[in-house]
């Protein structure tokens, strides 16, 4: 079954910019989408289709994908960003959804 | 606005069904989306359990599959999920969601219910 890697963690002073990274082979194939999870809430869809934004989410938030590699950038992180986020992509070859274990982005 | 809410016992013993129901408000579920369901163990990651489509058809996590079941009630507008012979494993809180059927993405989650398997 198809693999997603994130890194566990990721720390970034308010106002800099985070980069979560999310791993997979050849995943640049394959269309990334990206929540985020605060504490007892349920996930926030904050980009779909790589780079796609939904309505409401701010454009502090954006995607890319290349390679083995999709990455999620904040820029200009506040301290509300701080949250557990997850990517996901849909396998297509065995019809699965696959979510990567998850990085937990703390605001220094 | 689109609104999801699951509804189900939050205990369940070991080795009987977990049966939750996701009511779903703002759209109809026969409309072009699949309807899902993930789950969030306590402390850990999502996993997705399985999707069922507007016209019936189903996709289940290969890992579950053989426990799983889901089903549409376009009657009520609603969709349920259930899961077999649980275990204290499938402790977790529970999720339904919508699906957008082109990218695969969840966009629309509800609130999410706490199951626990225990006697």
């Known amino acids: 079954s198809y693999v997603l890697t994130q890194p566990p963690s990721v720390s970034v002073a308010p106002g800099k910019t985070a980069r979560i990274s999310c791993g997979g082979n050849?995943?640049?194939?394959?269309?990334v989408h990206w929540y985020q999870q605060k504490p007892g809430q349920a996930p926030v869809l904050v980009i779909y289709y790589d780079r796609d934004r939904p309505s409401g989410i701010p454009a502090r938030f954006s995607g890319s994908n290349s390679g083995n590699t999709a990455t999620l950038t904040v820029s200009r992180v506040e301290a509300g960003d701080e949250a557990d986020y997850y990517c996901q992509v849909w396998d297509s070859s065995s019809d699965q959804m696959v979510f990567g274990g998850g990085t937990k982005l703390t605001v220094l | 606005q689109v609104q999801l809410r699951e509804s189900g016992p939050g205990l369940v013993k070991p080795s009987e069904t977990l049966s939750l129901t996701c009511n779903v408000s703002?759209?109809?579920?026969?409309?072009?989306?699949?309807w899902g369901w993930i789950r969030q163990p306590p402390g850990k990651g999502l996993e997705w359990l399985g999707s069922?489509?507007?016209?019936?058809?189903?996709d289940y996590n290969p890992s579950l599959r053989s426990h799983l079941a889901m089903s549409l009630d376009t009657s009520n507008n609603q969709f349920s999920l259930q899961l077999t012979s649980v275990t204290a494993t499938d402790t977790a809180v529970y999720f339904c969601v919508r699906v957008l059927a082109t990218v695969r993405a969840f966009d629309v989650w509800g609130l999410g219910t706490m199951v626990t398997v225990s006697s």
């Open positions: 050849d995943i640049e194939s394959k269309s």
């Open positions: 069922v489509y507007h016209t019936g058809t189903t």
């Open positions: 703002g759209v109809s579920i026969s409309s072009a989306y699949y």
